[in-house]
């Protein structure tokens, strides 16, 4: 199985809004509502943001959405802050009964 | 709230098999509810899923570890473990263990801190 692609680095200022694709294929991401993603700050372990596409755990801010379409999952953060600067990294359930994490994304807020 | 720990060995030497533990404090492992997993992360490079084990002692594993993986749990200390075998250079990187829920397709709620593993002579 292959890594979901996802870009490298994406940048914003704060107040701004930046979304991260993450893309994969008809037996990962097209073809399951089981995307997650994950944030992480340096040296710390990652941080359930997002899961099932779309719905946010308890104590996350509402400024992290979700979203998919096809083979690609989205997150958006609005709102801009400093502390939103980590790590970003989609992971699908797969066909195969494994999952398969993206490359990650470094977040810049500029 | 669940807490994960991991521990073993920080460093390994080529050829070896690399043991890790993961304590899991705060509930039961013995849940039927939850699958618990391994993952790992190299230095500056992204997340990789090495497995994942069922109370039952059902196991997955990623295709290209499979053949050198194997997760056991143990309910009694409520504990799981990771054995690496055959380790090289290339897996050098943090393991972190993680729960998932709900079983089946859910996604990794919990994470412990992870341990950092060198494989050098």
């Known amino acids: 199985q292959s890594a979901l692609t996802q870009p490298a680095s994406v940048s914003g200022s704060p107040g701004q809004s930046i979304t991260i694709s993450c893309t994969g294929t008809?037996?990962?991401?097209?073809?399951?509502?089981?995307v997650s993603w994950y944030q992480q700050h340096p040296g710390k372990a990652p941080k359930l943001m997002i899961y099932?596409?779309?719905n946010r755990p308890s104590g996350v801010s509402n400024r992290f959405s979700g979203s998919k379409s096809g083979n690609t999952a989205s997150l958006t953060i609005s709102g801009l802050q400093a502390e939103d600067e980590a790590d970003y990294y989609c992971?699908?359930?797969?066909?195969?009964?494994?999952?398969?994490f993206g490359g990650g994304t470094k977040l810049t807020v500029l | 709230q669940v807490q994960l720990q991991e521990s073993g060995p920080g460093l390994v030497k080529p050829s070896q098999t690399l043991s890790l533990t993961c304590t899991v404090s705060g509930g039961s492992i013995s849940s039927g509810s939850y699958y618990w997993s391994w993952i790992r992360q190299p230095a500056g490079k992204g997340l990789e899923w090495i497995g994942r084990i069922y109370t039952s002692g059902s196991t997955y594993y990623s295709p290209s570890l499979k053949s050198r993986v194997t997760i056991s749990v143990d309910t009694s200390k409520n504990q799981f473990s990771l054995k690496l075998s055959s380790v090289t250079a290339a897996d050098t990187a943090v393991y972190y263990c993680?729960?998932?829920?709900?079983?089946?397709?859910?996604?990794?709620?919990?994470w412990g801190q992870g341990t950092l593993v060198t494989v050098s002579s």
């Open positions: 008809s037996s990962d991401v097209g073809g399951y509502n089981y």
């Open positions: 992971s699908s359930y797969t066909s195969s009964s494994t999952w398969v």
């Open positions: 993680a729960r998932v829920y709900p079983i089946s397709t859910g996604r990794f709620d919990q």
């Open positions: 099932e596409v779309s």
